[in-house]
């Protein structure tokens, strides 16, 4: 079973960057994504961030050009650099995997337990 873990939340200051990371852990799996969302109180999770096995990665628009996803293989990682940090990035942030090689009568999808990020002047 996979296992997820984030890391790396925090409260700053706008303008200021944060970078959240998930490791991995359980046993060795292929994943076809690996995402960050992120979810606000009264609001559903939405994604903020995704890389697939090829390495291609999507953002949302509300953080093209200051968030960066990437993948650290060596460590059974992923992360996601946040700059320019503004107040409505607040939230808590879900890391999430989707396998490529779970069996019929496995569930694909595991989700970290989250780690709150606060932007606030």
């Known amino acids: 079973q996979v296992r997820l873990v984030e890391s790396g939340g925090g409260s700053v200051h706008p303008g200021e960057s944060l970078t959240l990371t998930c490791t991995t852990s359980?046993?060795?799996?292929?994943?076809?994504?690996m995402d960050w969302y992120r979810q606000t109180p009264g609001n559903q999770r939405e994604l903020v961030a995704r890389?697939?096995?090829?390495?291609?990665?999507n953002y949302a628009d509300f953080v093209l050009g200051r968030f960066t996803i990437a993948t650290d293989k060596s460590k059974n990682s992923f992360s996601l650099q946040m700059t320019n940090l503004k107040p409505e990035d607040s939230g808590a942030y879900y890391c999430?995997?989707?396998?490529?090689?779970?069996?019929?009568?496995?569930?694909?999808?595991?989700w970290g337990q989250g780690t709150q990020v606060t932007v606030s002047s």
């Open positions: 359980g046993g060795i799996y292929r994943f076809s994504a």
């Open positions: 890389i697939n096995d090829g390495g291609a990665t």
């Open positions: 999430h995997t989707l396998r490529s090689d779970a069996y019929y009568w496995e569930n694909p999808d595991s």
